[in-house]
């Protein structure tokens, strides 16, 4: 495929490459942060401050649907992934964002990457911007609630079809 050919064109391998995917177990808190995104422009860990809810007008129909693009884009990355016998280090979202995890995943990222960076130095350490997760998960937590119950649990839509038709796609 194309990736092969640009290796060869450079004459690398993947092989050469420690490869990390940051991946979220909890797909649809990552849905509803695409999805602010994509009503917003709002990134993560950007100095735009976060959206408010009024700000964004939330649609179940999309949400639903980014919750499938995320499925969609896993399912294409495994493929990938697969089809070079590439085995990436996958770093969960979840454990990086978690104050108690944080320094060990940050260990693993470095050791991973073969850095020369100590992660318990605290001048290396206060490079992490947290601003981003203290002011958006209160907004994140109200949707993720309100979809669970309008959404899932009524039955409308099952996330295990969603995977299985990001599969098929």
């Known amino acids: 495929g194309f990736l092969q050919r640009l290796l060869d064109i450079k004459g690398l391998s993947l092989n050469e490459f420690n490869l990390l995917r ?6 649809l808190r990552q849905a509803i942060s695409w999805y602010k995104m ?20 939330l649609c179940f129909e999309d949400l639903e649907q980014t919750l499938l693009d995320i499925y969609n884009d896993e399912y294409g990355w495994k493929l990938v992934f697969d089809s070079y016998g590439i085995k990436p280090k996958t770093i969960y979202y979840e454990d990086f964002m978690s104050q108690s995890n944080q320094a060990a ?9 073969s850095l ?10 206060s490079l992490l911007d947290t601003h ?19 959404v899932l649990e009524r039955g409308e839509i099952d996330e295990s079809l969603l995977r299985e038709q990001s599969r098929q796609r």
Request: with cysteine; net charge negative.
């Open 105 to 113: 995943v940050m260990q693993e990222v470095i050791d991973c990457l």
């Open 38 to 57: 994509k009503e917003t422009g709002y990134k993560a860990f950007s100095d735009i401050p976060a959206a408010g809810a009024k700000q964004v007008d």
């Open 22 to 27: 940051l991946e979220r177990r909890d797909k």
């Open 132 to 150: 981003y997760r203290v002011q958006s998960d209160d907004w994140n937590d109200l949707v993720y609630d309100a979809f669970r119950s309008r």
């Open 116 to 125: 020369p960076c100590d992660w318990s130095d605290d001048r290396e350490r």
